[in-house]
């Protein structure tokens, strides 16, 4: 497995990005997180999505998993992997987005081809995915 790790913030906020070259769905994605003592990330500000853009994600060509999930199949509300509400604050939903298809299309995803702005795209196909430690 290729992983490249990518450090942000300063003193005792520091967050480790771990970018996961590895196809995995997003069950899968988030329990290899865990297994290393981390989350999917969880994007809660432009000044850390923006990071993640220029330097995690600069040369990615691939659909990455993030840690943001539908409620029980409801698209209208989402939450992070760490349990904070989606909406609340910060976000970067591609336009038409969270779109409600069916139980599935409930996972948060970023998209290359839409700079990294955010889809709500079926939980079970395999992506590349970031884990965040703090």
Known sequence: MSANYT????????TVYWLVKQLLTRSSAQE?????????????TSA????LMQFVL?????????????LGGRES??????????GS????????????????DAC???IPNWNFRWNDGACT????????FN
């Open 48 to 51: 850390e999505n923006n990071y």
């Open 125 to 132: 196909v395999e992506h590349y995915s970031i884990c965040s």
């Open 7 to 14: 450090f942000y913030g300063a003193n005792s906020t520091v």
């Open 77 to 86: 509300t989402f939450k992070w992997a760490d349990g904070s509400l989606i």
């Open 89 to 104: 604050g910060f976000t970067n939903w591609r336009w038409g987005q969270p779109y409600p298809v069916n139980n599935d």
């Open 58 to 70: 600069a040369d990615c060509d691939q659909v990455i998993w993030t840690g943001g999930v539908g």
């Open 32 to 44: 290899n997180c865990e297994n290393f003592g981390a989350q999917l990330v969880s994007i809660k």
């Open 108 to 110: 948060l995803s970023l």
